[in-house]
């Protein structure tokens, strides 16, 4: 009886084991893949790779898009300058 739980808190810790040690691969190359694309995205816009950096470049980004959706809705003025406000943005941030 003794040898059958021992065989299974082996098979179980086995199995923990493969678990975790799988986790922790898929995150290093997901870490790995994530710092590569952010690496490519901004040194190709010739940002840097602050946090803030990016954070401007999302938010030139929606500016941009809800000025291009406001043109759609047939709010031109408002449209206008979302867009207007959003590419100077994003030309300040790249620049």
Do not use: C, P
Not at 38 to 52: A, D, Q
């Amino acid at each position: 009886m003794e040898d059958f739980f021992n065989w299974i808190g082996t098979q179980l810790g086995a199995a923990i084991r493969f678990i975790v040690e799988g986790l922790g691969n898929f995150f290093a190359h997901f870490d790995d893949a994530l710092a590569g694309f952010f690496n490519g995205l901004t040194g190709e816009l010739g940002l840097g790779t602050s946090l803030f950096s990016l954070l401007g470049l999302v938010f030139g980004l929606y500016l941009l898009f809800k000025g291009i959706t406001t043109l759609l809705r047939g709010s031109i003025i408002g449209g206008l300058l979302l867009t207007f406000i959003g590419l100077t943005f994003l030309g300040w941030m790249i620049a």
